[in-house]
C-alpha cells in the first residue's frame, strides 16, 4: 500500500460512513495481519538455534503466536454484526500494546547471544551473524509494516485521537518536515544536557526547489520521521559533545533540507569526529555499537539511554525505507559524519517496501544469499548488512 491509499481510505469515511470504512478496514486486516504475522513466524523458526534459544527471543516468538491466535479466529466472523466488529478493533489495541517493547526485547536476545559467545559458550560465526543480519532487517520492517496497519485502525475506528486534527490516522497530508526535524533536534538536545550538561547548537537551511515561497511539506508519517532524525542528531550530539569535553563552544550540527519534485532530501552534518572507515561496513549491523552494552552499563548515568543495542540506525534506516525513502551515511575519520535522509515527495510513489516470503528465502539461513523483498530498489541491502 501507499501512503496515498492509506490517506484516501481515510478521507472516505466522510464519503461512505465510518461504520462501512470499519467493516471494510476489519476485513482486510483480518486477512492482511494473520498473513504477515505467519510469515514473522515461520520465519523464526529459521533462525540459528542459538538465537532462538535465548528467553528475550522466546518471549517474541511467544507474543507472535499468541496475537496470530487471537486474529486467526476472526477468520471466518460475522462482520456484519457490530459487537464483533468492535471487539475486533479492541483486539487489534491489545495485540499491538503486547508487542510494544518487540524491538528491545529482540534486541536484548542479540545481546544475550553476544554475551554467551564472548563466554566461549555459544560459536557465532559468519553465515550465523548474516542470518541473523538478514532476519532482523525483515523482521523489523514487517514490525514497522504491521504497527502501520494496526495503528491506521484503532485511530480512525478505535477512538484513539490522532496527534492533531488534521492527521488521517497516524499520517499528516501536511507533514512540515522542517518542524518535524526541530522537534528532534529539541528531545535529543534535552537529553545530550542531561548527560553531558551541555549540547552543539542547530544550523538550518531549508531549500524548496518545487515553489521556493512555500513551506517544505509532503504527505508522510510525522512520527516515523521524528524517529528517524532523533536517532540522528542523539549519535551526532553524543559523538560532538565526546570529542569536545568541557569545551564552551561546540561546533553546531548543520541541517540542510531540500525538496524536488521528487524526493526531500535531509543531510545533517556533524564535526564529532567521524568514523574509522573499517567500521563503516558495521554501522548497520545489529550486532555492532560504538556505545557500551545497556548490559554492562548498567544505571550508569554517563550511557545515553537507547545506546548500545546497536539497533539506532538500522531500524531508522527500515524507517526511511518503508516508505521507498532511504538512510545514507557517510564519514570523514577525524573530522565529522554526513547522514542524509530521502523521502518521497509524491505519495503515490511512497509504498511500502516489505519482505517477500519465499522458499528461496529459506537459502539465506544456510549459507546463499538471496533478494527476497517487493523491489529490487534495494538488492543491495543483504550487502550493506
Known amino acids: 500500500m501507499s501512503i496515498q491509499a492509506f490517506l484516501d481510505f481515510g478521507k472516505s469515511l466522510q464519503r461512505n460512513g465510518k461504520t462501512f470504512c470499519e467493516k471494510a478496514s476489519c476485513n482486510f486486516l483480518r486477512k492482511e495481519l494473520p498473513v504477515r504475522l505467519a510469515n514473522i513466524i515461520k520465519e523464526i523458526h ?19 503466536e499468541k496475537s496470530f491466535a487471537e486474529l486467526i479466529t476472526y477468520e471466518q466472523a460475522d462482520l456484519t ?19 510494544n ?4 526485547t529482540m534486541a536484548q536476545g ?19 551473524r548474516d542470518s541473523i543480519q538478514y532476519f532482523l532487517d525483515r523482521f523489523y520492517m514487517m ?26 490516522g497516524t499520517i499528516d497530508p501536511e507533514c512540515d518536515i522542517q518542524l518535524v526535524v526541530e522537534d528532534a533536534f529539541a528531545s535529543a538536545r534535552s537529553l545530550c544536557e542531561n548527560f553531558y550538561e551541555q549540547s552543539p547548537e542547530l544550523k538550518m537551511t531549508c531549500i524548496n526547489t518545487v515553489n521556493r515561497e512555500e513551506p517544505l511539506k509532503i504527505v508522510y508519517v510525522p512520527s516515523h520521521l521524528f524517529h528517524i532524525s532523533f536517532e540522528l542528531f542523539k549519535n551526532a550530539m553524543r559523538a560532538t559533545c565526546e570529542k569536545g569535553g568541557a569545551s564552551l563552544s561546540l561546533p553546531p550540527i548543520e541541517v ?24 563503516m561496513p558495521q554501522l548497520f549491523e545489529y550486532m555492532f555499537s560504538t556505545a557500551p552494552s545497556p548490559v554492562d552499563a548498567g544505571t550508569s548515568v554517563n550511557v545515553v539511554p537507547m545506546a548500545g543495542y546497536g539497533y539506532g540506525l538500522p531500524l531508522s534506516r527500515l524507517y526511511a525505507r518503508y516508505f521507498h525513502g532511504d538512510l545514507q551515511v557517510y564519514s570523514i575519520h577525524g573530522f565529522g559524519t554526513d547522514a542524509v535522509i530521502y523521502l518521497k515527495t509524491l ?6 517496501f516489505l519482505p517477500v516470503f519465499n522458499k528461496s528465502v529459506m537459502k539465506q539461513y544456510s549459507s546463499t544469499r538471496t533478494h527476497g523483498w517487493s523491489s529490487s530498489k534495494f538488492s543491495h541491502l543483504v550487502e550493506w548488512g
Not at 52 to 64: A, E, F, K, N
Not at 261 to 279: F, Y
Request: net charge negative; proline share 3%; glycine share 6%.
Open 347 to 352: 505519495s503515490e510513489s511512497a509504498s511500502e
Open 143 to 168: 514490525r514497522i509494516s504491521i504497527r502501520m496497519l494496526i495503528n491506521q485502525h484503532t485511530i480512525l475506528f478505535g477512538g484513539e485521537l490522532p496527534f492533531s486534527a488534521g492527521h488521517v
Open 110 to 128: 542479540v545481546v544475550e547471544l553476544s554475551r554467551g559467545s564472548e563466554d566461549k559458550r555459544i560459536m557465532v560465526d559468519s553465515v550465523t
Open 256 to 279: 540542510v533540507i531540500v525538496k524536488t519534485t521528487e524526493d526531500v532530501a535531509i543531510k545533517m552534518s556533524d564535526q564529532g569526529g567521524g568514523i574509522p572507515q573499517r567500521n
Open 81 to 99: 454484526n457490530d459487537a464483533i466488529v468492535s471487539r475486533f478493533t479492541q483486539d487489534l489495541i491489545k495485540i499491538r500494546n503486547r508487542h
Open 101 to 104: 517493547l518487540v524491538v528491545e
Open 46 to 64: 529459521l533462525l540459528p538455534e542459538s538465537l532462538i534459544c535465548q528467553p528475550s527471543t522466546q518471549i517474541v516468538q511467544g507474543w507472535y
